[in-house]
């Protein structure tokens, strides 16, 4: 049985404030939460399953969307098709990103945010994300690309940011000379 996750609209104060790190291991109510973030954005890739619980497609999702303000941020990257590699980060930092800047080129979307925003979102290329499995084992990531991008979105959430807040207001778009577009 299916049941879709309520997800926090922009309009939340909740999304704004910042979120407390978490003790390791993580309790089985938040074990829970991250297998059900996981099946909804994992359906929400697949179109069938899109269709039949009408999901939008996301990659991504933050505990503070769901109201909750802990440091943890869940990511279903889609590496091929029907593919799924699942990252689940607690406590996530950035330790290091590369000078070089991309945006995706169709602009970011968010699960909170039920509205077209246009504008291209400044992101590093690559980034290196420590932080702690959902057992307090430590990981570490490298990541490029549009999984850099992703990561240091849902970050954002973390920290009350929301994508569209660093959209440059007299700019909103970048061209090749200025940002890689991927």
């Known amino acids: 049985m299916f049941k879709e996750l309520k997800i926090l ?41 899109a269709e039949k619980y009408n999901l939008r497609p996301g990659m991504g999702l933050a505990f503070p969307q769901l109201g909750k303000l802990k440091r943890i941020i869940v990511i279903v990257y889609e590496y091929d098709e029907g593919k799924f590699e699942n990252y689940v980060v607690v406590n996530p930092k950035i330790i290091s990103h590369s000078e070089e800047m991309v945006a995706l080129e169709t602009g970011e979307g968010c699960l909170s945010v039920n ?31 549009e999984l850099a991008v992703a990561f240091q979105h849902e970050i ?23 940002i890689r577009l991927i």
């Open 9 to 49: 609209d922009e309009k939340n104060k909740t999304l704004r404030q910042m979120s407390k790190e978490v003790s390791l291991p993580l309790s089985k109510e938040d074990k829970d939460i991250i297998e059900k973030i996981i099946k909804q954005l994992t359906y929400s890739q697949i179109e069938e399953y």
């Open 115 to 145: 509205r077209e925003v246009e504008g291209h979102v400044p992101r590093f290329a690559r980034v290196t994300v420590t932080g702690y499995d959902p057992e307090g084992n430590k990981i570490s990531y490298r990541l490029r690309e």
């Open 156 to 178: 954002d959430h973390l920290n009350g940011i929301l994508f569209f807040d660093k959209i440059n207001k007299k700019k909103p778009f970048f061209n090749e000379n200025e």
